[in-house]
């Protein structure tokens, strides 16, 4: 479903807009690069999980980033486990929603616990 933005600006700006140009203009190229963010704030600190898509359209390139969960700290090893197992499962429904639409998505990780930044920081 395309953005309120994306239908007045004719510029994808979220993931679901990419989709809908894939649609009609095939992407030559999508990568997904995956982090965990530590957020700050008055309320506490927590992580979040985020993927963060490149695609290479002909006419243009778009990046934009989706959330795929988070956690609040501090948590105990099986919060955290269940909070990673929500998270790369809410990225593998996406990655395979894009799969189903013919978009084959390039990244070294797909999952969160892959990730060796945040493997240091536990």
């Not at 957020?39 to 993927?51: A, H, K």
Request: glycine letters at 8%.
């Amino acid at each position: 479903m395309k953005s309120l933005r994306y239908i007045l600006g004719g510029r994808p700006h979220t993931l679901d807009d990419c989709l809908a140009l894939a649609c009609k203009h095939p992407p030559r190229k999508v990568t997904v690069d995956l982090s965990v963010d530590e957020l700050v704030s008055d309320v506490g600190v927590m992580w979040q999980f985020i993927g963060t898509y490149r695609w290479e359209f002909a006419e243009c390139d778009i990046v934009c980033s989706e959330p795929y969960g988070g956690a609040s700290l501090p948590v105990t090893a099986e919060q955290q486990t269940a909070c990673l197992a929500a998270a790369d499962t809410s990225l593998e429904h996406r990655l395979d929603k894009m799969r189903n639409q013919g978009i084959e998505v390039v990244g070294a990780l797909r999952r969160f616990g892959q990730l060796e930044s945040f493997c240091r920081r536990q």
